[in-house]
């Protein structure tokens, strides 16, 4: 018997067996069982219809993590409307892009950053503008307890939701020129949902603490695994070390999630107020974005008494497509295991290939693209057929190329070795070298630029610009990095600046990033992402 794949079945299952459990812990400590919960998501959802949110609208949300974003979540998908989670830490030329690209009708935001929405507010499709407390925001915003208030908190007449029905748009990073909105659909995430709890073990007396942000992918699927397995969210709005400790021990969290970075900042933090790692129960925390050092590892599985579950994937395979998570491997070759990103999760194709498509030999050296097949593989990219064309078909005919290159052993493991894109990868953010690149060549005195990684002990690597200066005057460092904060994300800028005489180039001009890698990378132990 075939039934639809849609993500409501994870609330529905949630209310059906888990009325009276604690569905979600707020930040303020508020907390609602998942009948409660299901309550508030009805309100908005009819709140939402009545304003003119049908099937196949788009609703934008602009929070950090919090109960407001779980329930905006299930209600757009309960109209089967189309949910488009925004990164908060963009610009707000960044958010009318993506606005205008999605079309959203419907903007929610909180109070911390819907400043950012007020200077293109006429420029975007929206029309309904929703704030979590609006009496906070400058501005003409609905607040969002009074949007619910009153409500039926009965089921909304539900469309025919069709498992290849869009169910949310994830912007990517922009590592190629304007982000791309990644299409899933309810198959492919619910289908995540299910590969996510097999791998990282959920159950439904897991207590998840919310530091990895939920606009990620939908906080990599967990805004629907924990949910329909019936455990606890524990809202955290921002990572900050402090709080973590904090609700790990008054809630008695077993489980989050962290790239290198945060796992950093909590070893940093424990080394200076030696605070209690651990309640009455045992922790796992799942870490992507970048390859932990193995002296992380060390630190948190030993000190703190977690277990690391290194995993790997992006924005266009949910992300999870591989994980270190084997015990029999474990015990056959020890911690070194988890600075890889893995094997394959299940039921997922994943393939290291060479320029032909063909296989690379599983002997741990010889380097391949990454390349997918598998239900939680997005359906497409918005708006553009022919980045969704290349994305499938570059190498290999039917896989998602991921543009990362590896090698892979002989146990399957893929360990990666650069990126193909000169993505740079600092504290879990995708940063592209090229569009910072593109806002350097924009300032007057600037005749060539070229951005590499360079290590960073807090962020993992962080940007450095690297400049031949042209023009009237030789630019200060200071001006090149408050010219690039004019023009993008603060997480974007580079954190330092050299000026050149020239940089090592190709014969057809490309300028040879490799060579200019390895003056920085070479005394450090390793390159985010390498073994």
Known sequence: MKTAMRTTDFLDRAVDLYDDVTGIVAHDGTEYTYAAVNDRVNQLAHALEENGVGQGDRVALLAPNSHYFIETLYATNKLGAVF?????????????????????????????????????????????????????????????????????????????????????????????????????????????????????EIRDDDVYLWTLPMFHCNGWGHTYAITGTGGTHVCQRTFDAEGVFDRVRKYDVSFMCGAPTVLNSLIQYHEEHSVETTGDRDVRIATAGSAPATATIE??????????????????????????NSPRRLAQRGRELKVKQGAETLCTDVRVVDEDGEDVPRDGETIGEIVVRGNQVMDRYLNKPDATE??????????????????????????????????????????????????????????????????????????????????????????????????????????????????PETATGKVQKYELREQYWDDAERRVGQQ
Not at 173 to 192: A, N, Q
Not at 302 to 309: L, N, P, V
Not at 474 to 489: N, R, S, Y
């Open 299 to 324: 630190t948190v599985e030993d000190e703190f008494d977690w277990r690391i579950i290194h995993i790997y994937g992006l924005t266009e395979t949910a992300p999870i497509i591989t994980t270190s």
């Open 84 to 200: 488009v989670p925004l990164n908060y830490r963009l610009t707000s030329g960044e958010y009318e892009y993506i606005l205008d690209d999605c079309e959203a009708g419907t903007l929610v935001a909180d109070f911390d950053y819907a400043e950012k929405i007020e200077p293109i507010r006429e420029s975007i499709p929206a029309e309904t503008f929703v704030g979590y407390r609006a009496d906070r925001i400058e501005g003409d915003w609905i607040d969002y307890e009074n949007f619910l208030e009153g409500r039926s908190t009965d089921e909304p007449d539900r469309p025919d939701i069709g498992e290849d029905d869009d169910a949310s748009i994830n912007y990517t990073s922009g590592t190629t020129g304007d982000p791309k909105g990644v299409v899933r659909t309810h198959r492919t995430e619910h289908w995540h949902a299910l590969v996510l709890n097999q791998h990282m």
């Open 390 to 503: 290349r994305a499938f078909s570059e190498r290999l005919e039917g896989y998602f190329h991921t543009g990362d290159l590896a090698t892979i052993d002989e146990d399957g493991m893929v360990a990666i070795q650069d990126r193909k894109k000169d993505i740079i990868i600092s504290g879990g953010e995708n940063i592209s070298s090229i569009e910072l690149e593109d806002v350097l060549y924009d300032h007057s005195d600037v005749q060539k630029a070229a951005v590499i990684p360079v290590p960073s002990e807090q962020w993992g690597e962080t940007p450095k610009a690297l400049i031949v200066p042209g023009g009237d005057a030789e630019p200060t460092e200071g001006e090149i990095v408050d010219f690039v904060t004019d023009h993008l994300a603060g997480y974007k800028k580079p954190t330092s600046v050299e000026i050149v005489e020239e940089l």
